[in-house]
């Protein structure tokens, strides 16, 4: 029987608001309960969003009300989150405490109180981040002080690692890479019309669509117009892409503050009958944009893994990316067309993915079962479960972080029993000293806060007081033939 | 030592009633009895000193006692009723005459030094606050929900603290657990009955609630005690049982953990 961890899950980002890390919790979360873990989340309260609610899993979410400052991340307030999460963690039994995003501050301050109380942490880091600008530093500074102490890092893409690593000072033996996932039945293409007519006879592999020369080819782009996600450069190709190649024309999804640039573009060059704008579509309705296009063009600047171009690709989109942050890493080569980020690239990768689908040189419609095999939500909850195995001790450091790690001299020396950091005060501080010349006494000032005010919270909720919740129903994996079944 | 936790008291006068009762009262032994009577003759005390004070303050007597001699024995108003009469010792005249003799006594004179050098806006404050104390504090919270089949509910409060916001006023604290606010619901307007987790100060806590046909707002039950979650889920078992059936085979419940309670 593999033991069962309650994990609580901590980030800013979470429903009802849209977007990769909110999704990714979710599906994470489900996963991780299928597999007979107790879940469950903390966030902040949303509009309309508030108290402790269950999903319709049996999820349980806490909207704790905190005030929002800025892209629905909370005010860096250090302290006052200790009272409620202790209150959290204690009565839901919490083993283990993982945040996500690194600009969640509620993540940032949960990990640093987790540490205090003697729970396991884990951070899963899902951007990229730059080394130069203000904003960046202080991230990177705050991103030093909470990951001096945390067991276990995880990151998107190997790209993602790097940057971590960097950023955050880390061991890298303590960072593993866990992809995203797509839910690969939210993103079927098109069904073929011999498909539909007769499903038991659905040929294997699916017949080639094939492409005449003077068919229209729609080029679909779905993103957030920002500057990080490329669309000045977007705003600078189509026109010569569409002058390039006549029977094309654009799709973009998405709204931002650079709408407005891509509207005139399109005012400028009298573009309106080949480009539509659809504005803001929600996430149920990627899909069925997607699959009105050929080709998935995606300029971003800056991206740690991009879960749209698998989303694309699952659709049976051609793609053509930049070639920038972890997005290499994403697709084999035969789904993709790579760009450097610049616009004469740009423009040239469309070129050839455009003559590649006319000469029916690329078989789209096999992408979805491709995908369906290499990206499963299921796997990344496996890769997490053993990441919980290891800190946990679970399974042994040789086994987690491989032989001749193990053996190491170089091996942190702050370090306890088998590579699992130590929960003493005095270890912790050295952890956190190292930071800086005066960041180092800072961060280790905050701790020792921190650790007085856990004890006088321990005087003053004591913990018998703390009504204890039930569990939900956990799920009993049988582990022999990973069928699942409910409990009772 | 007057007050404990909240806990729970059952009582099942007929299978189709029940009354669930949270109170901080401990259980009224004869020690605790004797405490409370002896707090309740303090407090009434310290309500008739403090309007004493006020009357020596501010209704000054019509002849101030200016020879000392003459204050004991030979009140200049009319004499002493007869004795043989209870019911005299209760008219104006009399009472006027014993105030006198108060204000006249060593002790009275004393507060009158007292309260002399304070301002008249600080001695009416004090002393509206101390005979609010005296008169309206209430020392436990009590707070009961009553089920009757095919009847309803009906939830009562009484709040420690300032009788006023308690319900029930004074005559509230004159007759004991006179006076609380009550608040009864049909079954025809209950459209369910259920525990529910919130946040409350650095807490989140169990509570039942009452969802109400037609009202926006549910109506939380014990909502000054928000006992904790055995006395919640005890309770809301029994109210289900009592208000519907009786309960299936080992009660209410997803799964073992939640029947067990």
């Known amino acids: 029987m593999a033991p069962t961890y309650n994990i609580a899950m901590v980030s800013d980002f979470f429903f009802p608001q849209p977007g990769g890390v909110e999704s990714h919790i979710y599906q994470l979360s489900t996963k991780l309960m299928d597999r007979g873990h107790k879940v469950i989340i903390i966030t902040h309260a949303y509009e309309g969003r508030t108290g402790v609610r269950y999903l319709t899993n049996g999820l349980k979410v806490y909207h704790v009300p905190f005030l929002v400052i800025y892209r629905s991340a909370t005010f860096p307030t250090v302290f006052s989150f200790f009272p409620i999460f202790r209150n959290i963690v204690l009565r839901e039994r919490i083993d283990i405490v993982h945040g996500h995003a690194s600009l969640s501050s509620l993540c940032h301050e949960s990990i640093l109180h987790a540490r205090t109380m003697g729970l396991r942490t884990v951070f899963t880091d899902h951007s990229l981040f730059g080394f130069a600008d203000a904003a960046s530093i202080l991230t990177n500074k705050l991103l030093k002080f909470t990951l001096s102490d945390v067991d276990h890092v995880i990151c998107v893409s190997h790209t993602c690692k790097e940057n971590t690593v960097l950023r955050a000072s880390l061991d890298p033996l303590m960072v593993s890479v866990i992809p995203n996932a797509v839910v690969a039945e939210n993103f079927k293409p098109t069904f073929n019309p011999a498909e539909t007519t007769s499903h038991s006879f659905s040929q294997n592999p699916p017949p080639a669509r094939q492409l005449g020369p003077h068919d229209p080819i729609t080029i679909v782009v779905i993103s957030r117009l920002f500057y990080n996600k490329g669309t000045d450069l977007l705003t600078a190709a189509i026109p010569r892409i569409l002058e390039n190649h006549p029977n094309t024309r654009f799709i973009i999804a998405g709204s931002g503050p650079k709408a407005i640039d891509l509207e005139q573009m399109i005012e400028q060059n009298v573009l309106q009958d080949r480009v539509e704008m659809l504005g803001p579509v929600r996430h149920e309705e990627v899909r069925n944009v997607m699959v009105r296009g050929h080709i998935y063009l995606h300029p971003s600047l800056t991206e740690a893994f991009g879960t749209v171009i698998v989303e694309a690709a699952s659709c049976g989109l051609y793609v053509v990316c930049t070639q920038v942050g972890g997005i290499p890493e994403v697709l084999p080569s035969h789904m993709t067309v790579f760009a450097k980020p610049e616009e004469d690239d740009l423009v040239a990768a469309t070129g050839k993915a455009i003559a590649a689908l006319r000469a029916n040189k690329v078989r789209t419609e096999l992408f979805h079962e491709q995908v369906k095999t290499m990206y499963s939500w299921t796997n990344v909850a496996i890769r997490t479960e053993r990441v919980y195995n290891g800190i946990s001790g679970a399974i042994s450091e040789a086994d987690f972080y491989g032989y001749d790690a193990a053996n190491a001299a170089s091996w942190s020396a702050t370090r306890g029993r088998s590579g699992v950091q130590s929960f003493a005060l005095i270890d912790r501080l050295k952890r956190y000293y190292g930071c800086g010349i005066w960041a180092g006494k800072l961060f280790c000032l905050c701790v020792i806060v921190d650790y007085l005010i856990f004890l006088i919270l321990e005087l003053l909720f004591p913990r018998e007081k703390i009504d204890m919740c039930p569990d939900w129903p956990r799920k009993v994996v049988d582990e022999s033939n990973g069928r699942k079944e409910g409990a009772r | ?261």
């Open chain 2, 1 to 261: 030592m007057l007050t404990t936790a909240p806990h729970l008291y059952i009582r099942r006068p007929s299978p189709t009633t029940a009354e669930f009762t949270v109170t901080t009262c401990p259980p009224l032994t004869l020690p605790l009895r004797l405490a409370l009577l002896a707090l309740s003759t303090l407090r009434l005390s310290l309500a008739a000193t403090v309007l004493f004070a006020l009357y020596t303050r501010f209704i000054t007597p019509p002849t101030p006692t200016t020879s000392p001699t003459s204050t004991n024995h030979h009140p200049p108003f009319p004499p002493h009723p007869s004795p043989s009469s209870p019911a005299a010792y209760l008219t104006p005249a009399h009472l006027t005459a014993l105030l006198h003799v108060l204000t006249a006594s060593a002790p009275g004179q004393h507060l009158a030094r007292l309260t002399a050098p304070l301002p008249p806006w600080l001695l009416s404050a004090v002393s509206g606050a101390l005979l609010y104390f005296a008169l309206l504090w209430r020392l436990h919270t009590t707070e009961s929900l009553l089920v009757l089949r095919g009847l309803g509910i009906q939830t009562a409060t009484t709040a420690a603290g300032g009788a006023l916001w308690g319900g029930g006023g004074l005559w509230g604290w004159v007759v004991g657990f006179g006076g609380p606010a009550t608040r009864f619901i049909p079954t025809e307007k209950i459209r369910d009955v259920l525990i529910n987790e919130a946040f409350q100060g650095f807490e989140v806590r169990y509570y039942l609630v009452v969802v109400v046909d037609g009202e926006d707002d549910v109506v939380v039950v014990f909502p000054r005690l928000l006992p904790g979650r055995r006395i919640v889920e005890t309770v809301w078992r029994g109210v289900r049982g009592c208000l519907y059936e009786a309960p299936p085979e080992g009660g209410y419940g997803y799964d073992g953990q939640w029947k067990r309670g």
